[in-house]
């Protein structure tokens, strides 16, 4: 084997090792210090799953809502305990996340997400059956609710 060849080969493990890395970063989670809640924020690169529809990843539930110049859609949704919600933004406009009343957002401290642009996403699992509702920080008319059973 020649030397081109062999810094082709390295060349090419190395540009797949970045894409295996960066693909894994996708379900990195943070803990809440508030409770045992998980959050991230991520840049979505892959097509997203339907909104309104729940998905299984890694025997993980998942429900997508899309955060739209318009509002939510679906603006309501109803999952089970311990389902991961995935908020993504096919927005123009910054989206912000915040729990009810505007503006204080004290009703669920831990749906204070906080804002994110068009192609991103941020998510929270619920991990505790209750009525959670929650609106656009920056555009409180925007308004959502998660219910879990």
């Known amino acids: 084997m020649n030397n081109k060849t062999l810094v082709t ?3 090419v493990l190395l540009i797949a090792g970045v894409v295996i890395v960066v693909g894994g ?3 990195n989670k943070k803990t809440s210090p508030e409770s045992n809640t998980n959050t991230s924020t991520q840049q979505q690169t892959q097509q997203q799953p339907k909104a309104g529809e729940i998905t ?8 997508t809502i899309n ?3 318009s509002g939510f859609e ?4 109803t999952i089970k305990t311990g389902t991961r919600v995935l908020w993504t933004s096919s927005s123009d406009k910054t989206v912000a996340i ?3 009343d505007h503006p204080t957002h004290q009703k669920y401290p831990p749906l204070n997400l906080g ?8 998510q929270l699992v619920f991990d505790k059956p209750g009525t959670y509702t929650y609106h656009d920080h920056l555009n409180p008319n925007n ?3 998660v219910v879990v059973e």
């Open 9 to 11: 080969i390295i060349v």
């Open 25 to 27: 970063s996708f379900f």
């Open 56 to 63: 299984t990843v890694n025997n993980e539930k998942i429900m």
């Open 67 to 69: 955060a739209t110049d």
């Open 74 to 77: 679906p603006n309501k949704v």
């Open 98 to 100: 915040a729990s009810d």
């Open 115 to 122: 804002g994110f642009e068009k192609g991103s996403s941020v």
């Open 143 to 145: 308004k959502g609710t």
